[in-house]
């Protein structure tokens, strides 16, 4: 296994149009994360799954964002009617359920440009 | 809420000059802190971690941490950087019952001129 894997690395898009990116976690964990880094700023962490389970989502995920992740393995980031400011970094992560010290490892991202 | 100050947003340093990068969080709990570097064009690697225990953690590539509770701190130190080292760098806290769920300052941009 070889990290977590990302796709498209680069999406360029129109205003209004619709976009999904893909993520592969390591095989083993069953924790995955999504987060959207803008130029300038740190990640800012926007949902995560345990396994197939959606637990918790940022209020920076807007109704016209949605992730899936149907069998606990791959997720995917569906947003909808992009815009100009969803220009972004899309950075996925998984770590491992276990105890607390436990800790994520990130994809390269895929990076979004609406125009 | 959470949240990680990071006071530098570039810092242009020689060859082997002595590097600290500050980092500064806001919660009241017990905590989980981390350094990551990115160099250009890749993912966001994990540098360092703190969870408990000795408050001095050392990372890869000669990197080491100190945390300050009591000032709320975790800032990263290299005695001697190389042009290798140019890369950003971010810190982050999670509060310790979810690895991944973090909140990250803004950066820091390193530029170490040979």
């Known amino acids: 296994d070889t990290g977590v894997s990302q796709n498209p690395r680069h999406k360029i898009t129109k205003r209004g149009q619709n976009v999904t990116f893909r993520c592969d976690p390591i095989s083993e964990h069953n924790r995955l994360y999504w987060y959207r880094q803008t130029l300038g700023q740190g990640p800012e962490f926007l949902t995560y799954?345990?396994?197939?389970?959606?637990?918790?989502k940022s209020r920076l995920l807007s109704d016209r964002f949605s992730a899936e992740r149907p069998k606990g393995s791959f997720s995917t980031l569906e947003i909808q009617r992009t815009e100009q400011g969803d220009s972004a970094m899309y950075l996925c992560a998984s770590s491992e359920q276990g105890p607390a010290n436990t800790e994520a490892f990130f994809g390269q991202g895929t990076r979004l440009t609406v125009v | 809420a959470q949240s990680v100050s990071q006071h530098n947003h570039h810092v242009i340093l020689s060859e082997a000059a002595s590097l600290e990068l500050g980092c500064n969080y806001s919660y009241g709990g017990t905590v989980n802190l981390f350094w990551y570097v990115q160099y250009p064009g890749q993912h966001l690697q994990l540098l360092l971690k703190y969870f408990s225990g000795d408050p001095l953690v050392k990372g890869i590539k000669g990197f080491e941490a100190e945390f300050i509770k009591s000032k709320f701190s975790f800032n990263l130190r290299k005695p001697s950087v190389q042009w290798s080292d140019t890369a950003e760098y971010f810190c982050?806290?999670?509060?310790?019952?979810?690895?991944?769920?973090?909140?990250f300052g803004d950066g820091t941009t390193l530029t170490v001129k040979p």
């Open positions: 799954f345990q396994n197939e389970a959606q637990l918790e």
């Open positions: 982050a806290v999670n509060a310790g019952t979810n690895a991944g769920k973090s909140t």
